[in-house]
């Protein structure tokens, strides 16, 4: 029990349709045991016969059942008097599928069901193959004979809502749980798959791509997989031709930062994209970028189900400043945070070893949310001020920022601030100028600051040296480090099996630390998020720096506390 207990879990509740497994992690507040407690108090109308449930576990290829009081005891819990953690309802993100407009490779009635491996399958000459067969491959492919453990159904769902505080109302939003199905939708030797990155640089999308192309190759043995080059100008301009990618193309391109696509922003025209798709026999889209990408993405989407094109289309969020919503954090951003932490130390140094009153300022990347500048600080230790766009800034006063640093200054005769590129906009003329990608030019808030702190200590009789470093570009063009580069290719495999179970409009992403498939239309509607003034990430920052804390104190007892 011991052991079993410190183990990912799965809880087997019935519901109305058969049963439904929620995927409980370890590192959330309702798990397994603590939903157990709540189950045996609650109706059996809801949840079925509390006495018996049953906890399939990751690692395990079988249901083990016990009894849910013993399981509470042995494991030391207590229920919860108030049931403030109780789930009466799981309102369920539907993702779209292929299979209910188009005929399918593979069906319930045709497939083999006492198997829980999924057969990659080739044809030739009307002979179905399997990968475990001899056969001779496609050049492109090298095609690994997979047996998984456990195979993801669609009754596998994963809580958005994990936090249970008391007040809060009884359901929870859920997506479903990403992985290989046992059903494939396409013939993977039919394949024809294509690949583009838009927007901005982010750490790891060479590595997204290699994954995408050897998941295709290797465990599905696709035909082939096309690159699509320099965003969605690749699709129709003549000067962007497609390249066709192979495992060889793409062996070490994860070693490097930015896109052996290449990139750009704008570029959308509808009709030529689709033309372009109908044109290479296009079954599968992966379109790597942020919100407004994705948004563009189920444009796609929407004109192929009009056209009558068997074509998945499938997202991979991407985003530096890491506020698309839902998902835990976006990949690169790590890598990011690492990277731009070596210059806060930078802007240290040079304020530590520079007389008189060196104030240090950088400036990090962040449109509408201060993710990457908040974190980049709390992760050095080094900030005495972080300024970013979900916070107003206030200049002078009691509570002003420019006297609380130049009494920073004079504490430890130097300071080092982080100013995210968002931030202040209250203080600056707002430009309605607009990129090609339709994303609104930002006042420069970095040189403002530097320029304002420097003439607020001539105004008091002092001279302070100012040394600015703007390392933007440079924090998003850096490789993906480990964890990023891992986080890559769970995203990458997790996209290809939904594409290959015939999944379309959809995303892809870390919910909970578990990987999801999110409908695009619920992504996007809530993108870009922000981070709460009033939350904690925002407290961790006033407590290390001592700024003043320039947010409104509008905390009500009836609402949860805000995260």
Request: charged share 20%; hydrophobic share 40%; net charge negative.
């Amino acid at each position: 029990m011991n052991e079993r207990r410190n183990r990912a879990s799965w809880l087997v509740l019935a519901v109305t349709g058969g049963p439904l497994l929620l995927s409980v992690s370890s590192r959330c507040f309702v798990d397994a045991f603590s939903i157990a407690s709540s189950v045996s108090s609650r109706s059996s109308a809801h949840i079925g016969d509390s006495s018996s449930v049953r906890f399939l576990f990751a690692d395990e290829c079988s249901l083990n059942t016990f009894d849910a009081e013993e399981c509470i005891a042995t494991a030391g819990y207590v229920r919860d008097p108030t049931e403030a953690s109780s789930v009466d309802n799981v309102l369920v993100a539907e993702i779209e599928t292929l299979r209910d407009k188009f005929t399918s490779f593979e069906n319930v009635d045709a497939h083999v069901k006492t198997t829980n491996m999924i057969k990659y399958c080739r044809r030739r000459e009307g002979k179905r193959l399997l990968a475990s067969d001899t056969i001779a491959p496609s050049v492109n492919s090298r095609i690994a004979n997979i047996e998984y453990n456990h195979l993801i159904e669609d009754r596998e769902l994963v809580l958005v809502d994990t936090v249970r505080v008391p007040g809060m109302d009884k359901s929870s939003r859920a997506f479903h749980r990403a992985g290989p199905r046992k059903l494939l939708h396409f013939d993977p030797s039919l394949v024809n798959a294509a690949i583009v990155t838009c927007g901005g640089l982010c750490p790891g999308l060479n590595n997204v791509i290699r994954e995408l192309v050897h998941s295709l190759h290797n465990l599905y043995g696709a035909q082939n997989v096309w690159g699509i080059t320099g965003g969605y100008h690749g699709f129709h301009n003549p000067e962007y031709a497609p390249v066709l990618l192979t495992n060889e193309m793409v062996e070490n391109i994860h070693h490097e930062g930015g896109t052996i696509l290449r990139t750009s922003r704008g570029g959308f025209e509808i009709d030529a994209i689709v033309s372009f798709l109908r044109s290479k026999s296009i079954s599968q889209l992966y379109i790597i970028g942020g919100d407004g990408t994705h948004r563009g993405a189920y444009k796609i989407h929407e004109a192929c189900m009009e056209a009558g094109l068997n074509i998945a289309v499938a997202g991979i969020p991407k985003t530096i400043d890491n506020d698309i919503d839902y998902i835990d954090r976006s990949f690169g951003f790590v890598s990011a945070v690492e990277a731009a932490q070596a210059s806060i130390r930078s802007a240290k140094t040079e304020a530590m070893c520079t007389v008189p009153n060196a104030v240090g300022i950088i400036k990090l990347m962040g449109r509408s949310a201060g993710y990457l500048a908040t974190f980049a600080a709390l992760g050095s230790g080094d900030v005495d001020l972080v300024l970013v766009p979900e916070v107003p800034i206030v200049l002078d006063g009691p509570g002003g920022v420019l006297p609380f640093l130049r009494q920073r200054v004079k504490e430890q005769k130097f300071a080092v601030v982080v100013v995210a590129e968002g931030a202040g906009e209250e203080l600056l003329e707002a430009t309605n100028v607009v990129d090609r990608g339709g994303n609104r030019l930002l006042p420069p808030i970095g040189e403002y600051m530097r320029d304002r702190i420097k003439e607020y200590f001539v105004e008091h009789g002092e001279e302070a040296t100012m040394k600015y470093i703007d390392p933007s570009y440079t924090v998003r063009s850096v490789p993906a480090n480990g964890a990023d580069s891992l986080y890559c290719m769970e995203l990458a495999q997790n996209a290809v099996h939904g594409a290959m179970a015939g999944y379309t409009g959809f995303s892809v992403g870390l919910v909970n630390n578990n990987v999801v498939y999110l409908p695009i239309p619920q992504l996007v509607a809530s993108s870009p998020r922000q981070m709460s003034p009033c939350g904690t990430t925002w407290e961790r920052v006033l407590a290390m720096t001592g700024q003043p804390n320039t947010t409104p104190y509008v905390r009500s007892e009836e609402q949860p506390i805000p995260l």
